[in-house]
């Protein structure tokens, strides 16, 4: 019973946030993101209710399928939070997986070279600082080539992409680096609130990039830059700034999931961290409402896109899935909302049902 209730309250919400997407502007491109999510929230309440288990631990903490999806979408929503910002100045960021990769590289280093199991807080704060500062450096590089050197994003970030591997493997000196530190596992592994300590990483974050692009002209300026980069120039904003600005939040936001990543499974991969995360990211947003051209973003479709993605993968895995086909009824599902999305679609796909209902 409690999994029904459980259920129908999310149904509910979703219901409720459909229905203000319907009636005003502001919640518009939410409309087929939550509709998506709420029939896939729905198929688990008819054929699998237990997905809506909610439990508590002896120590506190909330478990379940649900608290799964929260918790491994929250690398997706930081992600994707730069991803967003960089898209909508018309670029593009593929090189956010070899970032993580080489955060996670930096940070484990600097443990297992101080001890892992005596390493203190000192050492931590230390490899946390090294690992963001290393995700700005790298996010300032990418800029350079597209906002300094006028580089094609596709290009310029295709660069790190490829190389980041190997910069984090001569990192690691092409091993596997394990590490057991109970301050960085508490990154990937701790809880807050009852809630994973990612989840409530991502919550900060998503505040932090709302308040950052809404109440103040930053937001303004990117989607400026994003429509008409010219008439930006001309209107007094420094377009290239804005432009590696937003590469720079990207590779902190790269540089923060890295940590997440490396955190959870306690060892830093340089081959598989982040690996396709990008894609997601991209996803995510693309879902979310936010143009490839560039121009008026959307963090909270992008937010809600994330958070889809991941219910996709955890629907599948739920229902025993193969995981090796996980991502077929992933890239449909992506599909027919990124068509729904699209108001040419809708206009000609009502054209056609006006059309067969005339012939009738």
């Known amino acids: ?204 974050m998503i505040t932090a990039a709302l308040l950052l692009t809404r109440k103040t002209a930053l937001g303004l300026f990117i989607e400026s830059v994003g429509n008409n980069e010219k008439a930006s120039k001309y209107a007094g904003i420094e377009a290239r700034s804005i432009k590696w600005m937003t590469y720079i939040i990207c590779g902190f936001c790269a540089g923060i999931a890295g940590l997440m990543v490396s955190s959870n499974v306690k060892c830093a991969d340089p081959i598989h961290a982040g690996l396709n995360l990008e894609l997601d990211a991209i996803l995510a947003t693309v879902i979310g409402g936010t143009s490839m051209a560039g121009g008026r973003f959307y963090l909270t479709g992008s937010i809600v896109g994330a958070i889809l993605i991941q219910t996709v993968a955890t629907t599948m895995f739920a229902n025993d899935v193969n995981p090796a086909i996980v991502a077929v009824p992933k890239a449909i599902i992506v599909i027919i909302v990124c068509l729904l999305q699209s108001e040419v679609f809708r206009t000609k796909l009502a054209h056609l049902f006006k059309k067969g209902g005339a012939v009738k």
């Open 1 to 204: 019973m409690k999994s029904y209730i459980i259920g129908i309250i999310l149904l509910l919400i979703l219901g409720g946030i459909t229905f203000l997407s319907g009636r005003s502007d502001k919640f518009r491109h939410l409309k087929w993101p939550v509709v998506a999510l709420g029939l896939l929230l729905l198929f688990n309440l008819f054929f699998k209710p237990t997905f809506f288990n909610i439990d508590i631990t002896a120590d506190h903490y909330l478990y379940g399928s649900v608290i799964d999806v929260l918790n491994h979408s929250s690398k997706i929503v930081i992600l994707a939070i730069g991803m967003t910002l960089v898209i909508a100045t018309g670029g593009i960021d593929i090189s956010v997986g070899s970032v993580m990769a080489i955060a996670g590289a930096v940070a484990a280093s600097i443990i297992v070279r101080s001890g892992s199991a005596e390493a203190g807080l000192t050492q931590f704060l230390l490899a946390v600082a090294a690992a963001i500062a290393v995700a700005l450096v790298l996010g300032t590089w990418n800029g350079f080539l597209t906002a300094g050197c006028g580089i094609q994003p596709m290009v310029a970030t295709l660069v790190l992409m490829v190389a980041g591997r190997g910069i984090a493997k001569v990192i690691t000196d092409a091993k596997i680096i394990t590490f057991d530190n109970k301050y960085l596992n508490f990154i990937g592994n701790g809880h807050l609130f009852t809630l994973p300590f990612t989840t409530c990483l991502a919550i900060f």
